[in-house]
C-alpha cells in the first residue's frame, strides 16, 4: 500500500496526505479528520526510510543523561519529549558516562549516528558531556546542553543560575535563620553546575567577611556514603559552632537529615532541587527548587531553533523558588 491509494480512498490529493501525517496546520479540520480516519482504517504507515533520504532528516533527537533512575533526569526528560512530539520529532534515550569517566568512544558513536543520518540532534541533560567534547560536537552538529553551565560564551546553557541561587540560599540561611557557621559539602569532581554553586556560596561568605570561608566547604566522593557520614559526623562532633549543613541535592539532604537526629542541637539542612522525593519525605529542609521539566522544553526547542538556522539565545536562565516550609515561605526569584 503507498500513499497514492490512500489519497485515492479519502478523495483527496497526495500534497493533503502528506500534510496531515506531517501535522501541518494548512488542512482544513474536517479533511484532517476524515484523513486520519481512512488511514487508521488503511493501516497504512508511510515509509520513513525514503522520508528520511527525501528531507535529509530523521526527525529523531538522541537525549544523552548520566542515569535514568535520577528523577532529576526523568523531569527534564518528559519536558523534551513532550515538547519534540509536539513539533513531530521522536527522542531516543541515551546513558551516557557522568562526569566520572567520560569516553572517547562515546563522541565517536555520537558523530557516527549524525552522519549516517540517525538523529538530527542531542540534548546533553547535566554532566552527561565534557565542555571539552561538547566544543568539538558543537563544531559540526546540532547539540544542546540542559542543566549544565559552561563558562565558554558560545556555548548554549539552560538552566537556573547557580551562583546566584546559592547566595541567595546561603543569605537567607544567615540573614533570616540568623546562623552564625554553616559547611558546605560539594562534589569531588565538580561539573560546572556545582562550580557555580560554590563561587555563589564563596560570595557571600566573602562579602560578609565571614572567617576562614575557603574551609567552611569540602568537596567529597558521594559515591560512597559511608565516606560522607563519617566526614559529616566528625566535622559536627568537633566543631559544635556548625549551625547549617548544604548538599547539592535532595538525596543527600534527606539522607543527612536522618544523620543529624543523633545530635542533640539545632542545626537545619539546605538543598538544591526541590523534586517530588523531598516533599514527599521532609517539610523542615529548606531549599532551592528547579524548574526541571521545563528546563527540558527549553532546551529542545532551542534545539529545534539551531537545527533551523533560527536565531536563538545561547544562556538561558529560568526562575527559581526559594522553600522553607517551616516558615511557610515560597519566595520565587
Request: glycine share 4%.
Amino acid at each position: 500500500m503507498n500513499i497514492k491509494e490512500v489519497a485515492q480512498e479519502a478523495g483527496v490529493s497526495v500534497a493533503t496526505i502528506s500534510r496531515v501525517l506531517n501535522g501541518s496546520e494548512k488542512v482544513n479540520p474536517k479533511t484532517r479528520q476524515k484523513v486520519t480516519k481512512i488511514i487508521k482504517k488503511m493501516n497504512y504507515f508511510p515509509n520513513v526510510n525514503a522520508k528520511v533520504l527525501r528531507e535529509n532528516r530523521s526527525k529523531v533527537i538522541l537525549i544523552c543523561v548520566p542515569d535514568i533512575t535520577n528523577i532529576i533526569y526523568s523531569l527534564i526528560t518528559k519536558g523534551v519529549l513532550e515538547y519534540l512530539k509536539e513539533k513531530g520529532y521522536n527522542g531516543m534515550i541515551h546513558i551516557s558516562y557522568d562526569r566520572y569517566n567520560h569516553r572517547n568512544e562515546d563522541i565517536e558513536e555520537y558523530i557516527s549516528l549524525f552522519e549516517t543520518k540517525k538523529i538530527d540532534g542531542i540534548i546533553f541533560i547535566t554532566s552527561s558531556i565534557s565542555e571539552e567534547n561538547y566544543k568539538k560536537l558543537n563544531e559540526k552538529y546540532n547539540v544542546m546542553v540542559c542543566s549544565e553551565y559552561f563558562e565558554d560564551s558560545v556555548l548554549e546553557t539552560v538552566g537556573v543560575n547557580q551562583r546566584k541561587a546559592m547566595y541567595f540560599l546561603v543569605k537567607y540561611l544567615f540573614e533570616k535563620k540568623n546562623i552564625k557557621k554553616a559547611m558546605y559539602y560539594t562534589w569531588e569532581i565538580p561539573t560546572g553546575t556545582s562550580r557555580e554553586r560554590l563561587k555563589g556560596y564563596l560570595d557571600y561568605m566573602e562579602e560578609k567577611g565571614k572567617k576562614d570561608s575557603r574551609q567552611n566547604y569540602k568537596q567529597i566522593d558521594f559515591r560512597e556514603l559511608g565516606n560522607f557520614s563519617e566526614e559529616l559526623k566528625q566535622d559536627l562532633e568537633n566543631d559544635e559552632e556548625i549551625e547549617a549543613v548544604i548538599l547539592n541535592s535532595d538525596f543527600y539532604a534527606i539522607y543527612t537529615e536522618k544523620l543529624l537526629k543523633r545530635f542533640k542541637r539545632r542545626i537545619y539542612v539546605a538543598s538544591f532541587d526541590g523534586t517530588q522525593l523531598l516533599d514527599m519525605v521532609s517539610d523542615k529542609i529548606v531549599h532551592i527548587k528547579q524548574p526541571f521539566q521545563e528546563m527540558g522544553k527549553i532546551s529542545a526547542e532551542l534545539l529545534i531553533k539551531k537545527m533551523n538556522g533560527e536565531d536563538y539565545e545561547k544562556k538561558v536562565y529560568l526562575d527559581y523558588e526559594l522553600i522553607d516550609k517551616g516558615d511557610c515561605l515560597k519566595k520565587k526569584t
